[in-house]
């Protein structure tokens, strides 16, 4: 967050970094084997896609965790975070300036970057990115200024968040192959992509008054494989109250307040 707000172009190099070594790497990957092989599609292979989805959770769990600097040792941090940050096709340091706006302004209308008050699933996650564009974009201005300079920058920041995740999506497919593409690395994405939007859509709830609450969620089949998967990540009333704890269903009952 202070790199963010001290170097105006913090994100601008940050960003075109990721572009480029993914890009670099995947230039590499097809000089070495090609575009990726040809597509099977058999039982065995199948066996990829629960692998997939698996491997999606703990890492987005990892990338979360590593976002909030709670793996040990705290080295590992930055290592472990831009790997699992590029698996989900997202970036350490922009995921962990969005999710500390989220931590700090918990169901604020304005500055939290997805509160899902008043919101279908679907409509929240066709809004989320959009207003957390909006909310790093605020936060940039207030720190930067706010003239066409500073807009021209957030805009190429914008531009190149995409290219290097566009440069991530070539990569992956390059080293998965295609059928490692289509039946680990897809279900992966959309394993993280729709389960930890759940997680936040489903942990900020309105309770009875209409006043929105921070929850947690355990019991049911869906629940205790979504916790056992996700280290306790539907335990996100008590990542709030202690976001240092990797697995938050560990948070002892009396610092939970239950
Ligand atoms: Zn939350
Ligand atoms: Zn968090």
Known sequence: MNAFKKDAFHFLKYFSL????????AFVLWKTNGLGGSLSMNATVMLLIPVGLV???VSATAF????HGNIKPRRLNALIGELTASFSLEDLRCFRVGHMLHHIHTDDPELDPHPP????FFGFIMSSRQKTIECISRLYYQAHGAGPAQRRNVLAQIILFHVAALAKVVFWFLLFGKTGFLFFFVPAYLAYFFGFAHLNYASHQDDEHG???VSNHDGTLFYRVMNF???GGYYHRNHHLAPGLYNPSKLSRAKAGV
């Open 18 to 25: 990721n572009a480029v070594v993914f890009g670099f790497l």
């Open 55 to 57: 491997t999606g959770l």
């Open 64 to 67: 979360h965790n590593a976002s």
């Open 117 to 120: 008050k008043g919101l279908t």
């Open 211 to 213: 006043v929105a609450e």
């Open 229 to 231: 998967l996700t280290s």
